[in-house]
């Protein structure tokens, strides 16, 4: 799998289908790549979401349609896939900064929104550390949330917020277990890591889940097991403030080791992040060998 090749497959497919209902799964679909994987490359790398860019591209059209006269709004609002008018007004508003009956009067504000072209831009000179291991399959277990695709920055963060409020901050200090939950935290180490997976159904969104390895017993409600199977894994370490530090990795693994590896692509959508004392942690993608051609 070429990975450029896929983000520049994926634009090109958006672009033929603007005026079509289309979602994460079917783009995917048509690049032949995981939605998941797609997704959370192409908002690393470009900093929008596939449906943020589909979003934009329709209203900078939509307002070049205004301009040109070639409708009315409720026309135009239904040929760039809106329900309503009325949604169609307020979505227009809040990207070019006035209503679509002022276009002609606002012209010199319309805001510019054209098509992504997908390059390669290699900067700086320091490696990556990682290394490659393989490992037999194992489960986890933990708090499991599905977090919408272009929010995992966000919303992740505040997740353990509530876990860390709940029950970390007491158990991690010495307090003893009061419930089944304070159990299995402690004894399966949950906190320990967070997995982030794609799942069936989840169009536009993924797993997230706060976990720890699982060693068996009984699994409290509200808690979650997923079997982890067996894979080459690569695993980049490293050191620094949380959740900055962890995300930059995140940002530079998917940014810039990915698109130029010469031996390794990702092998299915799943990548787990292990965290240690004093700010140490690891990101872990399951990888498999290119085929040399």
């Known amino acids: 799998m070429d990975w450029l090749m896929c983000l520049r497959g994926a634009v090109d497919y958006m672009e033929e289908h603007l005026l079509e209902p289309v979602t994460p799964g079917e783009i995917g679909r048509a690049v032949h790549i995981s939605p998941f994987y797609l997704q959370k490359g192409f908002q690393i790398i470009t900093g929008y979401s596939l449906g943020e860019y589909m979003r934009c591209r329709r209203l900078y059209l939509a307002a070049m349609d205004l301009l040109a006269g070639e409708g009315r709004v409720i026309d135009i609002a239904y040929k760039y896939c ?14 070019h ?3 679509p009956s002022q276009v002609k009067q606002e012209r010199g504000r319309i805001r510019m929104f054209l098509p992504f072209q997908i390059t390669l831009s290699i900067q700086g000179g320091e490696s990556m550390n990682f290394t490659v291991e393989k490992m037999e399959g194992f489960k986890v277990i933990g708090f499991e949330e599905v977090i919408p695709m272009d ?7 505040k997740l353990w917020d509530r876990l860390h409020s709940l029950y970390f901050s007491r158990l991690w ?21 967070a997995v982030c997976a794609d799942d069936e159904g989840q169009d ?5 889940m706060v976990g720890g390895r699982y060693k068996g017993g009984p699994v ?5 097991v997923r079997d982890i199977p067996a894979a ?9 403030p ?11 693994i998917f940014k810039e080791w990915l698109p130029i590896n010469p031996d390794y692509d990702w092998a299915y959508p799943l990548n787990i992040e292990f965290y240690t004392e004093d700010m140490d942690y690891e990101i872990w993608l399951p990888v498999a060998e290119k085929e040399k051609g």
């Not at 080459?232 to 490293?238: E, T």
Request: proline share 8%; with cysteine.
């Open 232 to 240: 080459d894994w690569a695993k980049f370490h490293s050191i620094g």
């Open 220 to 224: 409290p409600e509200g808690l979650t």
């Open 82 to 95: 809106y329900q309503t008018p009325e949604s169609f007004a307020k979505a227009f508003s809040r990207f």
């Open 173 to 193: 200090q010495g307090g003893a277990p009061q419930t089944d939950v304070d159990r299995a935290i402690i004894e399966n180490g949950i906190g320990m890591c």
């Open 242 to 252: 949380m959740p900055e530090g962890l995300q930059a990795l995140n940002t530079k």
């Open 151 to 157: 929010k995992g920055y966000e919303l992740c963060p």
């Open 97 to 99: 900064g006035f209503p």
């Open 204 to 208: 536009g969104g993924f797993a997230y």
